[in-house]
């Protein structure tokens, strides 16, 4: 018999845990989807909803993403996310609310491993740490694999930009390329250094507007407001903030030929795709393109590789968004129905 649970994105998940402690005040959802390749790997955010149902969605839609993104990365690794509740906009997470949620992570017994994301940082893993050794994510030596992931993903995002171009534009080089990215955090404004570095002609956007004015000013880029950047017109519209940012109304209003960013769940619905598509824009599927955090962190925790290894594997990203592009081509197949289809073959879905 299969149950209907009411959430939309509910997608045969292996579990969907949910913890409170009284003592710290954490509240927290650790969501496993598939640990067919191995243990569920993805990271916590620590964030506010409008709701806790919101939350659940998130964990939901994240730990799916996490799954795929691994399979497609070829990691031995399955798809998992954790979500600390905030209790306000602007809150601070506590060291006894980290503390809690290692605890958390510690009662799965290794079927979820946990890293940084939106919200955390390398000084709160570690104090995630303290309570379990199914972390990643933390400080390492020069030269080994792990540490912030920041980084490494906006290096992938940035191949599978020039990727996307490539293909979308018809372009070998990104100079005089306009690409409008949304938000300038640790992976959208590496990726405008990178991208500027090129020669690209950039427009930047925050909900910290200040972040992406003085970025701007740094690499000569254009710095507008925030709810301006998706009816930008650009050539590329490069997504780096939180998801459900293609919507219908968002896609029918684009000014641009390719999308390609870094966040996760970038399409709010899977009709979502299929209107990019039939729009003739060329998309990255998001959990291909920014992959490069997970393999940092994930060769960090499995011991399988230096820095060069996780190098190596993140100059793959291109290689596998052409095998989508290609086969979305041959198929007539909207970009993200085809990854979808490749990582639930290589789950076993």
Excluded at 200 to 211: C, E, I, P
Excluded at 317 to 338: C, G, K
Aim: aromatic share 4%.
């Amino acid at each position: 018999m299969i149950t209907d649970w009411g959430f939309p994105d509910f997608d045969d998940h292996e579990g969907v845990h949910l913890f409170s402690d009284r003592a710290s005040g954490l509240s927290a959802i650790i969501a496993v989807h598939s640990t067919a390749l191995g243990a569920a790997a993805g990271g916590v955010r620590f964030w506010h909803y409008a709701d806790h149902r919101a939350a659940i969605t998130d964990a939901l839609r994240l730990s799916r993403g996490m799954s795929y993104k691994n399979a497609m990365a070829d990691l031995p690794m399955g798809g998992g996310k954790g979500v600390i509740l905030a209790d306000k906009p602007g809150a601070e997470v506590t060291q006894a609310q980290l503390e809690a949620f290692g605890r958390a992570v510690e009662s799965l017994h290794g079927r979820y491993v946990t890293a940084e994301d939106v919200g955390m940082s390398e000084a709160r893993m570690k104090v995630v740490a303290t309570q379990t050794e199914h972390v990643s994510g933390l400080p390492v030596a020069a030269g080994s694999a792990g540490g912030d992931p920041g980084p490494v993903t906006a290096r992938g995002v940035y191949l599978g930009v020039k990727a996307a171009a490539k293909r979308g534009l018809g372009v070998d080089s990104m100079a005089g390329v306009r690409v409008a990215i949304q938000g300038v955090g640790s992976v959208g404004g590496g990726l405008a250094r990178l991208l500027a570095a090129d020669g690209a002609k950039l427009t930047l956007a925050d909900v910290h507007g200040d972040r992406a004015k003085a970025l701007a000013a740094e690499l000569g880029a254009e710095a507008i407001d925030a709810d301006a950047i998706l009816t930008h017109e650009a050539d590329i519209l490069s997504p780096c903030a939180l998801g459900a940012i293609l919507t219908e109304q968002s896609i029918a209003a684009l000014k641009v030929r390719v999308v390609a960013g870094g966040a996760n769940n970038q399409l709010a619905t899977r009709e979502d795709g299929h209107r990019l598509h039939a729009r003739g824009i060329v998309y990255a599927p998001d959990y291909v393109i920014n992959a490069g955090g997970i393999i940092n962190v994930a060769l960090e925790y499995l011991g399988q590789g230096d820095r060069s290894e996780v190098d190596a594997r993140v100059e793959k990203i291109p290689v596998r968004l052409d095998q989508v592009w290609d086969e979305s081509a041959a198929t007539r197949d909207p970009s993200s129905e085809v990854a979808d289809r490749i990582a639930q073959r290589l789950i076993g879905r």
